[in-house]
C-alpha cells in the first residue's frame, strides 16, 4: 500500500494486469497498459520502494521480468479540485473533478460547497490551496502530509 493505495493484480476478461483501488468501487481501476507489455502479462510480488512499484511479470515473449512503475508520474493526477458531489470521504474519486489526490497532486478546495473534505486515512500531497470559506478536516490519530513545490 501506498499513499492508501492497494496495487493488486485481476483479471478483466483481457489477462492478468495491474490495479490499484484506495478501498471504494469508483477508485478501483486498472492501471494503464505496461508500455511493451504483451497480451498476456501475469504480473505478480508487488513491492513498494520510495515511489516506485517494484513487481514480476512473466510475458508470453520474453519470459520473466522485474518491472518498476513510478507512481508519482502514473498514477497521481497533477491537480485534483473538491467537489463533494458524494459524500465529504476524501478516499472518495467522485468527490474530485480528477480522482484522489495523492503525494504529487496540487489540491484545490474551492468555496460555495454543499460538503467538504474529511479526510479519514493518512495522506501526502504537493500543495492545498483552500479558498476562504472552505475547511479540510482531518480526523484524529490521522495525518496529511503536504510536501511542498
Known amino acids: 500500500m ?4 492497494l496495487y493488486f493484480q485481476a ?3 483481457s489477462g492478468l494486469k495491474v490495479w490499484k483501488s484506495n478501498g471504494t468501487e469508483s477508485g478501483t481501476v486498472q492501471i494503464e497498459d505496461m508500455p511493451g507489455a504483451q ?4 504480473p505478480g510480488n508487488f513491492t ?3 515511489n516506485a512499484l517494484f513487481f514480476y511479470a512473466t510475458e508470453t515473449l520474453t519470459g520473466l521480468e522485474l518491472w518498476k512503475l513510478n507512481l508519482l ?4 493526477p497533477p ?8 459524500s465529504t470521504a476524501w478516499e472518495e474519486a467522485a468527490n474530485w473533478t480528477n480522482g484522489v489526490p495523492c503525494v504529487s497532486t496540487a489540491v484545490v478546495v474551492p468555496a460555495g460547497r454543499m460538503r467538504y473534505p474529511v479526510v479519514n486515512n493518512n ?3 504537493k500543495t492545498v490551496t483552500a479558498a476562504p470559506g472552505s475547511t ?12 511542498g513545490n
Not at 81 to 86: F, K, P, Q, S, V
Not at 136 to 147: F, L, R
Open 2 to 5: 501506498v499513499d492508501s493505495i
Open 11 to 13: 483479471n478483466n476478461g
Open 39 to 42: 497480451p498476456y502479462f501475469f
Open 48 to 50: 513498494v520502494a520510495g
Open 73 to 76: 508520474n502514473s498514477n497521481c
Open 79 to 86: 491537480t485534483s479540485t473538491w467537489t463533494g458531489n458524494t
Open 123 to 125: 495522506t501526502a500531497v
Open 136 to 147: 479540510v478536516n482531518v480526523s484524529p490519530g490521522i495525518n496529511i502530509t503536504i510536501n
